[in-house]
C-alpha cells in the first residue's frame, strides 16, 4: 500500500464520488484514501493524512474549488487535478485553475458505451499518475490486470514512405506536450514574434477545454492562437491547437498546408495523439518541418519525433530540470529523434533559428 498513489477526492455529487473511487480503485498503483463532499470536510481529512493528489471538483457550495485550490498551493501544495463538466462556464474556470497551479484537468465520468468508459478510465488514471510525478515522487509500474490496448499511429495513419520530400522556403513547427504543457506552451507562445511560422500544437486535453485554452493563449501572444478545425490553413503568425478528443493531422497540398480533424482510437493512451501528429508532419512535411516535444508523462510522440528526425525534420525536446514531467521528451531522446534538448525558455529562439 505505501507505494501506491494517495488520492483524496473532493465533489459535492456523490454520484460523481462514487464513478471516481471505483474508476481509480480499478488501477493498481491508485488508493482512494477517502471522499469528501466540498473543502471544509477536505482540509479535516488532509490533517489525518496528506493525499499525494487531489481531484477538486470546480463548483461546489460553501468553497469553490478555485478558492480551495488557491489555499492549497500557498499552504501546503500537493498536486490537484480540477474535475469538470463539459460547461463553457467549467472550461473558463478550468483555465484559471490550471493558472492557479493546478497540475492538469479531468472531464467528470458519465455513462456511455463500453469503449467511453474504458477510454475515460484510462485517461483518469494516467492524468492522476502524472500528477503525482510532477511532485517528484516516481513509482514502480506494477500492474495486475489487463490494460487497454495501446494503439500505435498506425490505426490513423500509414508511416511515410522513403519518398523524398520536396522542400519548401516555408516551415511548419509541429509540437507535442502533456502533463505540464499549458504553462510550458504559453511561455513558449508569448515568446514568437508576429511573423513565426505557422504551428500545430497537440496538448492532451479533454474535449471543449482546448477552444477554452486557445483562447486564453490567443489574448496573451503577439500571433493568433485558435483551436483548430478541419482544414484550416497552417499560416504565418497562426498556431492551431489540436481539438480535444480528435486526432489532428497535417496535410499538404501543392504549397499549402492544412489540417485534418479526424476520429479514432486512443492512439499511445491519448486522443489527441502528438504520434499521429508528428508521423502525418513526416509525412507530409519532413524537411520543411520542425519538431518540439515538451513535458508530459509517458512515451506519447517519442516514436514520431524520430520519424520526422528521419524524414529530416529538425527536431528540438525540453529538457529535464524545465519540464514538470520529464516523460515524452524523455523517451524521444531515447529513441534518437532529438537534435538538440533545451531549457523551456530558450525552445522558441532555437525554433525561429531553425525556421529562419
Not at 481531484?55 to 501546503?76: A, C, N, W, Y
Not at 510532477?134 to 490505426?155: M, Q
Not at 530558450?346 to 525556421?355: D, G, H, K, P, T
Amino acid at each position: 500500500m505505501s507505494n501506491r498513489i494517495k488520492v483524496l477526492i473532493v465533489d459535492d455529487s456523490a454520484l460523481v464520488r462514487q464513478a471516481l473511487t471505483e474508476i481509480l480503485s480499478s488501477d493498481p498503483q491508485i488508493e482512494v484514501m477517502g471522499t469528501a463532499a466540498d473543502p471544509f470536510v477536505a482540509a479535516e481529512c488532509m490533517k489525518k493524512s496528506v493525499p499525494d493528489v487531489i481531484t477538486l471538483d470546480v463548483e461546489m457550495p460553501r468553497m469553490d474549488g478555485l478558492t480551495f485550490l488557491q489555499k492549497i498551493m500557498s499552504q501546503h501544495p500537493i498536486p490537484v487535478v480540477m474535475c469538470s463538466s463539459l460547461t463553457g462556464s467549467g472550461s473558463e474556470t478550468a483555465m484559471k485553475a490550471l493558472e492557479y497551479g493546478a497540475v492538469d484537468i479531468i472531464v467528470k465520468p458519465k455513462m456511455g458505451t463500453k469503449q467511453f468508459i474504458e477510454e475515460s478510465r484510462v485517461s483518469i488514471c494516467d492524468t492522476i499518475k502524472a500528477a503525482a510525478m510532477s511532485r517528484g515522487k516516481l513509482l514502480p509500474v506494477t500492474r495486475s490486470r489487463e490494460v487497454a490496448p495501446k494503439y500505435t499511429a498506425d490505426v490513423i495513419i500509414e508511416k511515410a514512405t522513403s519518398k523524398a520530400m520536396i522542400q519548401t522556403t516555408e516551415k511548419v513547427v509541429v509540437v507535442g506536450a502533456s502533463t505540464g504543457g499549458t504553462e510550458a506552451l504559453k511561455v513558449f507562445l508569448e515568446m514568437l514574434p508576429e511573423d513565426s511560422p505557422g504551428i500545430v500544437i497537440v496538448q492532451h486535453m479533454p474535449e471543449h477545454f482546448t477552444a477554452a485554452f486557445a483562447k486564453r493563449l490567443d489574448s496573451t501572444c503577439r500571433i493568433t492562437v485558435k483551436e483548430a478545425a478541419d482544414n484550416d490553413t497552417v499560416v504565418r503568425g497562426r498556431a492551431l491547437i489540436a481539438p480535444g478528443n480528435h486526432h489532428t493531422l497535417l496535410k499538404r497540398s501543392g504549397a499549402r498546408y492544412y489540417v485534418e480533424i479526424k476520429d479514432g482510437p486512443l492512439v499511445s493512451r491519448h486522443r489527441p495523439s502528438a504520434d499521429v501528429l508528428f508521423r502525418s508532419a513526416a509525412r507530409y512535411g519532413g524537411k520543411n518541418v520542425v519538431g518540439v516535444i515538451m513535458t508530459g508523462m509517458g512515451d506519447d510522440g517519442a516514436r514520431g519525433m524520430k520519424e520526422m528526425f528521419d524524414a529530416g525534420a529538425l527536431t528540438v525536446s525540453q529538457d529535464e530540470a524545465t519540464c514538470v514531467v520529464y516523460g515524452m521528451p524523455h523517451e524521444a531522446v531515447k529513441l534518437g529523434g532529438v537534435h538538440k534538448t533545451l531549457p523551456l525558455q530558450l525552445i522558441a529562439a532555437e525554433v525561429m533559428r531553425l525556421c529562419s
